[in-house]
T-cell receptor
Framework: NAGVTQTPKFQVLKTGQSMTLQCAQDMNHEYMSWYRQDPGMGLRLIHYSVGAGITDQGEVPNGYNVSRSTTEDFPLRLLSAAPSQTSVYFC?????????FGPGTRLTVT | GENVEQHPSTLSVQEGDSAVIKCTYSDSASNYFPWYKQELGKRPQLIIDIRSNVGEKKDQRIAVTLNKTAKHFSLHITETQPEDSAVYFCAASKGGGSNYKLTFGKGTLLTVNP
């Protein structure tokens, strides 16, 4: 049981490039979410999903897209990276209220 | 939407002392209040949570209290140890369906000095 996994661990992008951050969970959790963590800002919700085929915006959705085609996977797409998207990104999944976080992806946009 | 304020932003204590971190929330519909511990370079990990039908919950050296009327909740760590040093986050949610989304406080850096 791997829990919540994220790839890659580290990524450097140039401004304007696109990429997808991968998130997968093997706990059959319906609810999944993406957060970004910036120094002094806590964790802020980007997008979330309550089940396959259902996604919604969180607090800071601009510049990010998500889709949920399966229960297991919830990728986060950056269409045109900007320096303001430099951050640590965490994916989380939950069965009920308790959320379990993945190990994170540290993204730098130059 | 929900707003969660957390204080203090940094807290330094001597080993063996107690540490208290406080959070307030704005949405009276929130009913689930978890606390996460994050060590440097690691993922946040749930250490304790409380629901709005409970006033206090304890787990060994950690406890959480909730005052629904005042809309605040607190984390108490007794007999602190150096391994308690980390950033602690409080959060709030309404629970259930799309309301599972958490709103986090900005975190408290706890340093336990040997």
């Amino acid at each position: 049981n791997a829990g919540v996994t994220q790839t890659p661990k580290f990524q450097v992008l140039k401004t304007g490039q696109s990429m997808t951050l991968q998130c997968a969970q093997d706990m059959n959790h319906e609810y999944m979410s993406w957060y970004r963590q910036d120094p002094g800002m806590g964790l802020r919700l980007i997008h979330y999903s309550v089940g396959a085929g259902i996604t919604d915006q969180g607090e800071v959705p601009n510049g990010y897209n998500v889709s949920r085609s399966t229960t297991e996977d919830f990728p986060l797409r950056l269409l045109s990276a900007a320096p303001s998207q430099t951050s640590v990104y965490f994916c989380a999944s939950s069965y009920l209220d308790e959320q379990y976080f993945g190990p994170g992806t540290r993204l730098t946009v130059t | 939407g929900e707003n969660v304020e957390q204080h203090p932003s940094t807290l330094s204590v001597q080993e063996g002392d107690s540490a208290v971190i406080k959070c307030t929330y704005s949405d009276s519909a929130s009913n689930y209040f978890p606390w996460y511990k994050q060590e440097l370079g690691k993922r946040p990990q749930l250490i304790i949570d409380i629901r709005s039908n409970v006033g206090e919950k304890k787990d060994q050296r950690i406890a959480v209290t909730l005052n629904k009327t005042a809309k605040h909740f607190s984390l108490h760590i007794t007999e602190t140890q150096p391994e308690d040093s980390a950033v602690y986050f409080c959060a709030a949610s309404k629970g259930g369906g799309s309301n599972y989304k958490l709103t986090f406080g900005k975190g408290t850096l706890l340093t336990v000095n040997p």
